[in-house]
């Protein structure tokens, strides 16, 4: 009994010979993008004019488009963040003067 797999014809990440697969390589322009996100969502570094597949499946394609939206939505959140910080620390800061001009001209009026 002959057991055959066509090797190039499997997702680069999950190995399921899916007929839904996309060659990452015939993306044009963002090709080098994909390239460089599968790298570093899955730590998979697919090149060109190599053996090996440069195929994913939709299923592991969609991951890396869940993870692009929510690393844009952390983005945001993270300037969101950032600016309720500085603000809340300037009124903090603002209040600790008055607090603070305050008790002086308590003190020196008793």
């Known amino acids: 009994m002959a057991f055959r797999v066509e090797f190039r014809n499997l997702c680069r990440i999950c190995l399921t010979e899916d007929i839904d697969l996309v060659d990452i390589l015939t ?3 963002s090709t080098e993008k994909w390239i460089e996100e599968i790298n570093t969502y899955y730590n998979v570094q697919i090149r060109f004019n190599e053996v090996k597949s440069t195929k994913l499946c939709l299923i592991c394609l969609g991951k890396i488009k869940t993870w692009r939206k929510d690393k844009i939505k952390a983005i ?7 600016f309720l910080d500085t ?5 903090f800061f603002y ?3 008055l607090y603070k ?10």
Request: some cysteine.
């Open 101 to 110: 001009l305050i008790k002086n001209e308590v003190g020196t009026t008793s």
């Open 87 to 91: 603000k809340v620390y300037r009124i």
């Open 76 to 82: 945001k959140s993270q300037v969101v963040i950032d």
């Open 95 to 97: 209040i600790l003067c």
């Open 27 to 29: 993306f044009g322009e």
